[in-house]
Antibody, heavy 122, light 108 residues
Framework: DVQVVESGGNLVQPGRSLTLSCVGS????????VSWVRQAAGKGLEWVAY??????????EYAASVKDRFSISRDDSKKTAYLHMNDVKGDDTAVYFC?????????????WGPGTLVTVSS | SSELTQDPTVSVALGQTVTITCRGD??????GSWYQQRPGQAPILVMY???KRPSGVPDRFSGSFSEDTASLTITGAQAEDEADYYCNSRDSGSDQLIFGGGTKLTVL
C-alpha cells in the first residue's frame, strides 16, 4: 500500500526553526512530486510548498505566506521529503500534511499522510 | 494571485443528488481536483483532471468543468458523504497551487 507519514511536529517558540519530515513507502519515491499542505484549527486547507520529482529538476514552489521563511527538500535515497521552517510565526500554527502527487501533475494530491501538529507559542 | 470560490455550506436529502461548485479564473486554463475531508481525518482525493475518479472512490461521484467553474456531483448521496469538500487548482499567474475555501456538505 502507498503511504506517506509525517513527523517532527512540536511546540516551537516564535522566531525559532523546525523541520518536518515525510517518509513514503509502497512506491518509488523519486518518481513523484511532494507537497506540504497545512490546516489551522477550524480552517480550510492551505497549500504551503511542493517539490517536483528529479525528472522535473526537483523544482520548488512556495506559497507567498511562507516564501523566504520555509524551504522544501527531498532525499530520494531515504524516501523522505522535508519542510524546513525558519522564523516561525503564530500564524504557522496548524496541522501539516504531506501529500504525494499523481496523474502527472503536482496539482493532483493522491495520497495524504495523517498530519503532524505544529504549535507556535512562547 | 488567483482565488477559488466555494459555497460555505450545502445540504442534501439522503439519496438525492447534490452538486458542489468551485469558481475561479484559473479553472479556465487548468483542470483541478476535489478532496473530501471528514472531521479529524486527512483529506482524500475524490476527483481529478476533468472527471477522473481515483480507485476506491464510489461511482456516485462525478466531475465536470464549464468555463471558470468546476463541479462535483454526488448522485444518491449517502450518510458517509457528509464531510468538507475542497477544490484545488494551479494559480493562473504562477506555478503555485491554490485551494478553495471549502464546502461543508450536510446529508439530511
Amino acid at each position: 500500500d502507498v503511504q506517506v507519514v509525517e513527523s517532527g511536529g512540536n511546540l516551537v517558540q516564535p522566531g525559532r526553526s523546525l523541520t518536518l519530515s515525510c517518509v513514503g513507502s509502497g512506491f518509488t519515491f523519486g518518481d513523484y512530486d511532494v507537497s506540504w499542505v497545512r490546516q489551522a484549527a477550524g480552517k480550510g486547507l492551505e497549500w504551503v510548498a511542493y517539490i517536483r520529482s528529479q525528472p522535473y529538476g526537483a523544482r520548488t514552489e512556495y506559497a507567498a505566506s511562507v516564501k523566504d521563511r520555509f524551504s522544501i527538500s527531498r532525499d530520494d535515497s531515504k524516501k523522505t521529503a522535508y519542510l524546513h521552517m525558519n522564523d516561525v510565526k503564530g500564524d504557522d500554527t496548524a496541522v501539516y500534511f504531506c501529500a504525494r502527487s499523481g496523474g502527472g501533475s503536482p496539482v493532483y494530491l493522491f495520497h495524504w499522510g495523517p498530519g503532524t501538529l505544529v504549535t507556535v507559542s512562547s | 494571485s488567483s482565488e477559488l470560490t466555494q459555497d460555505p455550506t450545502v445540504s442534501v436529502a439522503l439519496g438525492q443528488t447534490v452538486t458542489i461548485t468551485c469558481r475561479g479564473d484559473s479553472l479556465k486554463n487548468f483542470y483541478g481536483s476535489w478532496y473530501q475531508q471528514r472531521p479529524g481525518q486527512a483529506p482524500i482525493l475524490v476527483m481529478y483532471s476533468k472527471n477522473k475518479r481515483p480507485s476506491g472512490v464510489p461511482d456516485r461521484f462525478s466531475g465536470s468543468f464549464s468555463e471558470d467553474t468546476a463541479s462535483l456531483t454526488i448522485t444518491g448521496a449517502q450518510a458517509e458523504d457528509e464531510a468538507d469538500y475542497y477544490c484545488n487548482s494551479r494559480d493562473s499567474g504562477s506555478d503555485q497551487l491554490i485551494f478553495g475555501g471549502g464546502t461543508k456538505l450536510t446529508v439530511l
